[in-house]
């Protein structure tokens, strides 16, 4: 049921609908029937469809237990337009699906899905740019790059000229040799830093399908990492692009629930079902999710990483994908988990839906405002609603600024400024340094460790309970003992025979010397 975590990669949505598909098809029940005084062999209701499904899903590695029984519900009814089932008559590509006793089966043919292919002259090409974009990244030259929007230069223009004024002119006055570094020169090294960040923690040998570098924009990485309050939300200049106030009220009415309604408010019975009301048509009215549409195929890749044994790895990972994010779309993401993450926690939180949590509820409500593709997905609810489970639960960690980051930028500069390689052409050639993260092991791996790092350990207290020269022999031999009791297998590979056990008490007498013998006095009787 489990199923194995798909990796990270492009077309990963794609992938996961064929992995589900497979394992419905292979493990869904079949048998006989009876419908209308008519007996059907090899087919399933569709409440025991959605009951095996519901399963499946939240027992499976790339869902999870957010799932509700109504996403299962909503994705049979995509099996069913897509064809992966029919109705018991050969009917299908509608939507008309519910929970009941209505009969269903397989088709003959394949329900699998194929993988977007590219023409190979266009592939062809696109692997020659990719290669020589690759190659610029550790070369700091002018690359083609998107234009960014006008918001992100309208609020940005006079902080990044303060940043680079610093930057230019830092350490000047202590090396004459220090070279001018043109504002090219340093969204380039934040672009080739992040970039080379996030490939190593995803551990892909490129990010070429998942994310094109020309859609980084390092204003927008340079904004979102300086432009911070002291809670590290992200502080607009232009406000024009900001939550408009009502919508600001509203959430933090809600996030400080009962505290921050004071007796200016309004209330009522179902108050706060409106205002939540009103927060969510804010958000659902939005022109393109929070994590924006060209980032789809990132996020997408990173909910593989979502696991327990390597969840660090996919917090760094969604750390750094997040400072790619326009810097609005970052504010309203922060904001928007502070507040849903406040709410679920809140026992004094009125229910804010009749039949269904307050956590649950806020997934369902948000998460396509989070993530969602262009051209719709069918296992978009479901990746997204994972998702948003996870950036609730680590939106802290997630959503702060990476000193690492900061620091490895400045020692690129440090490396560009003092001219360390000179390129005989019209750029230079910046020595970057390696980073290296932890291996991820398998869950059979670290337990093998797990077991051997014990037994070393073990097998260390054993030697020091042989050479300690101050414990008496009487001590040693009952410590010996127990050992051997608690630890046999251990004690057995380090005196496999007696006559070694007898080596560490060789120097001692074996046996011991005969006591002196006084001649007994004989005790006469008291009777003569």
């Given at each position: 049921?489990?199923?194995?975590?798909?990796?990270?990669?492009?077309?990963?949505?794609?992938?996961?609908?064929?992995?589900?598909?497979?394992?419905?098809?292979?493990?869904?029940?079949?048998?006989?029937?009876?419908?209308?005084?008519?007996?059907?062999?090899?087919?399933?209701?569709?409440?025991?469809?959605?009951?095996?499904?519901?399963?499946?899903?939240?027992?499976?590695?790339?869902?999870?237990?957010?799932?509700?029984?109504?996403?299962?519900?909503?994705?049979?009814?995509?099996?069913?337009?897509?064809?992966?089932?029919?109705?018991?008559?050969?009917?299908?590509?509608?939507?008309?699906?519910?929970?009941?006793?209505?009969?269903?089966?397989?088709?003959?043919?394949?329900?699998?899905?194929?993988?977007?292919?590219?023409?190979?002259?266009?592939?062809?090409?696109?692997?020659?740019?990719?290669?020589?974009?690759?190659?610029?990244?550790?070369?700091?030259?002018?690359?083609?790059?998107?234009?960014?929007?006008?918001?992100?230069?309208?609020?940005?223009?006079?902080?990044?000229?303060?940043?680079?004024?610093?930057?230019?002119?830092?350490?000047?006055?202590?090396s004459v040799d220090n070279r001018e570094i043109s504002r090219?020169?340093?969204?380039?090294?934040?672009?080739?830093?992040?970039?080379?960040?996030?490939?190593?923690?995803?551990?892909?040998?490129?990010?070429?399908?998942?994310?094109?570098?020309?859609?980084?924009?390092?204003?927008?990485?340079?904004?979102?990492?300086?432009?911070?309050?002291?809670?590290?939300?992200?502080?607009?200049?232009?406000?024009?692009?900001?939550?408009?106030?009502?919508?600001?009220?509203?959430?933090?009415?809600?996030?400080?629930?009962?505290?921050?309604?004071?007796?200016?408010?309004?209330?009522?019975?179902?108050?706060?079902?409106?205002?939540?009301?009103?927060?969510?048509?804010?958000?659902?009215?939005?022109?393109?999710?929070?994590?924006?549409?060209?980032?789809?195929?990132?996020?997408v890749s990173i909910l593989g990483l979502l696991q327990p044994?390597?969840?660090?790895?996919?917090?760094?990972?969604?750390?750094?994908?997040?400072?790619?994010?326009?810097?609005?779309?970052r504010r309203k993401l922060q904001l928007l988990m502070r507040?849903?993450?406040?709410?679920?926690?809140?026992?004094?939180?009125?229910?804010?839906?009749?039949?269904?949590?307050?956590?649950?509820?806020?997934?369902?409500?948000?998460?396509?405002?989070?993530?969602?593709?262009?051209?719709?997905?069918?296992?978009?609810?479901?990746?997204?609603?994972?998702?948003?489970?996870?950036?609730?639960?680590?939106?802290?960690?997630?959503?702060?600024?990476?000193?690492?980051?900061?620091?490895?930028?400045?020692?690129?500069?440090?490396?560009?400024?003092?001219?360390?390689?000179?390129?005989?052409?019209?750029?230079?050639?910046?020595?970057?340094?390696?980073?290296?993260?932890?291996?991820?092991?398998?869950?059979?791996?670290?337990?093998?460790?797990?077991?051997?790092?014990?037994?070393?350990?073990?097998?260390?207290?054993?030697?020091?309970?042989?050479?300690?020269?101050?414990?008496?022999?009487?001590?040693?031999?009952?410590?010996?003992?127990?050992?051997?009791?608690?630890?046999?297998?251990?004690?057995?590979?380090?005196?496999?025979?007696?006559?070694?056990?007898?080596?560490?008490?060789?120097?001692?007498?074996?046996?011991?010397?005969?006591?002196?013998?006084?001649?007994?006095?004989?005790?006469?009787?008291?009777?003569?």
């Amino acid at each position: 049921m489990e199923g194995r975590a798909v990796p990270p990669g492009p077309y990963r949505a794609t992938r996961l609908w064929n992995e589900i598909t497979t394992s419905f098809r292979a493990g869904m029940p079949l048998r006989k029937h009876r419908q209308h005084f008519k007996k059907y062999g090899n087919c399933f209701t569709a409440e025991e469809a959605v009951d095996w499904l519901y399963d499946l899903l939240r027992n499976n590695n790339n869902f999870g237990p957010e799932v509700t029984r109504q996403q299962t519900l909503q994705l049979l009814r995509k099996f069913l337009k897509n064809h992966v089932i029919e109705d018991i008559k050969g009917r299908w590509g509608s939507e008309n699906l519910d929970d009941n006793s209505q009969l269903f089966r397989f088709p003959a043919n394949s329900p699998l899905k194929s993988l977007p292919r590219r023409h190979p002259e266009l592939r062809k090409n696109s692997i020659e740019n990719f290669s020589k974009d690759k190659d610029s990244i550790f070369k700091l030259r002018n690359l083609s790059r998107r234009t960014p929007k006008k918001l992100g230069l309208h609020f940005s223009q006079e902080n990044i000229e303060k940043m680079n004024h610093k930057i230019i002119h830092e350490d000047q006055e202590n090396s004459v040799d220090n070279r001018e570094i043109s504002r090219e020169d340093v969204e380039e090294v934040w672009r080739s830093v992040i970039l080379i960040y996030l490939q190593t923690i995803l551990g892909v040998p490129s990010l070429e399908e998942v994310v094109n570098p020309k859609q980084v924009v390092p204003q927008y990485v340079m904004y979102n990492m300086t432009n911070t309050s002291k809670h590290g939300i992200v502080i607009l200049q232009d406000k024009s692009d900001d939550l408009p106030h009502w919508v600001l009220s509203a959430m933090k009415c809600l996030a400080n629930w009962p505290r921050s309604n004071d007796l200016n408010n309004p209330t009522y019975v179902g108050f706060e079902r409106d205002v939540f009301r009103t927060i969510a048509d804010y958000f659902l009215d939005l022109p393109e999710p929070l994590l924006t549409f060209e980032y789809y195929e990132l996020f997408v890749s990173i909910l593989g990483l979502l696991q327990p044994h390597i969840e660090r790895v996919a917090i760094d990972a969604l750390q750094l994908c997040c400072l790619l994010l326009p810097p609005p779309n970052r504010r309203k993401l922060q904001l928007l988990m502070r507040m849903i993450s406040r709410m679920s926690q809140n026992v004094d939180m009125p229910p804010l839906h009749d039949a269904m949590g307050t956590r649950s509820l806020m997934i369902h409500t948000f998460s396509r405002c989070v993530l969602c593709c262009a051209e719709e997905v069918d296992l978009d609810e479901l990746l997204a609603t994972r998702l948003v489970s996870f950036l609730m639960d680590h939106h802290q960690e997630i959503l702060q600024v990476p000193s690492y980051l900061q620091a490895a930028v400045d020692k690129h500069l440090d490396y560009l400024r003092k001219g360390y390689i000179k390129n005989p052409g019209d750029g230079l050639i910046v020595p970057l340094p390696t980073y290296s993260y932890c291996r991820q092991i398998s869950a059979q791996e670290f337990d093998e460790q797990k077991v051997s790092t014990s037994q070393a350990a073990i097998t260390e207290l054993l030697e020091n309970i042989i050479k300690n020269k101050s414990l008496p022999l009487k001590e040693k031999r009952k410590k010996l003992k127990q050992f051997q009791k608690e630890y046999p297998l251990i004690y057995q590979k380090r005196f496999p025979t007696m006559e070694s056990e007898a080596v560490l008490f060789a120097d001692k007498p074996t046996i011991k010397q005969p006591m002196l013998i006084l001649k007994k006095t004989k005790f006469r009787s008291l009777r003569y």
